[in-house]
């Protein structure tokens, strides 16, 4: 599958979301993400766990995911 490419500003707000969803050593969360959003945090955290909880699928497409780093 091609990943796709991201803007300098796309890479700023995934960097910054990460930052405020892991501050100060917090390794597990549970995060509504969109599947851009799943592809940043593997891309950044190779070894990234990421388990979907939820059937559900908002109408912005997100899902709830237990994720750890």
């Known amino acids: 599958m091609e990943e796709l490419m991201q803007s300098p500003a796309e890479a700023e707000r995934l960097e910054r979301f990460l930052a405020e969803s892991f501050p100060d050593g917090v390794v597990c969360r ?40």
């Open 30 to 69: 549970e995060l509504r993400l969109a599947a851009e959003e799943v592809r940043g945090i593997k891309r950044v955290f190779p070894n990234a766990v990421l388990e979907a909880f939820s059937e559900s699928r908002y109408a912005d497409g997100k899902v709830w995911y237990r994720v750890r780093i």
